[in-house]
């Protein structure tokens, strides 16, 4: 296996103007949801709710909003990570990381840490995130300041 240079480009997209909001949405949200799908391998979500999910965070109701932070390797998507913001702040974390995913072939490179710090760098407030035991980003995570404060539960219906 040939090893490429960790080279690429990051945005923050936090879709501050509607001008940015429909950009995102007309040439890069697409893009974004198939990167995801593709790349999250067991971890991931039918395209259906990855779309929905990217329109949220991109939204502009009074429910919606968030980050799409996004890594580029010459122009390909190497990596990415989403936020949705819970509009619940002082009781709950402010933002909900929703999605992280690198280039399955780009793994191992730092462009997951990367892509994780500007995307905490681009959020206000506390973030949350919901992660299976055995996934192997949870190693970043710790690395990068998270910690386990609850055992989630679910009423599933």
Not at 42 to 50: A, H, L, M, S
Not at 126 to 141: R, S
């Amino acid at each position: 296996m040939t090893v490429r240079p960790t080279r690429f480009a990051l945005t923050n997209h936090r879709f501050d103007t509607a001008e940015e909001r429909d950009v995102f949405r007309r040439d890069r949200l697409e893009p974004v949801a198939r990167f995801l799908y593709e790349h999250l391998d067991r971890f991931g979500d039918p395209i259906e709710q990855i779309r929905a999910c990217l329109h949220r965070a991109s939204g502009e109701g009074g429910a919606d909003g968030g980050t799409v932070t996004v890594a580029e390797d010459d122009g390909e998507i190497v990596g990415v990570v989403v936020t949705n913001d819970t509009h619940m702040a002082g009781y709950v974390p402010e933002n909900l990381l929703v999605y992280v995913a690198t280039h399955r072939d780009r793994r191992g490179q730092g462009i997951g840490a990367a892509v994780m710090r500007r995307a905490i760098d681009g959020c206000e407030g506390g973030i949350a995130l919901h992660v299976e035991p055995d996934n192997p980003a949870v190693k970043l995570y710790e690395k990068l300041g998270f910690t386990s404060k609850y055992l989630e539960m679910r009423l599933a219906r």
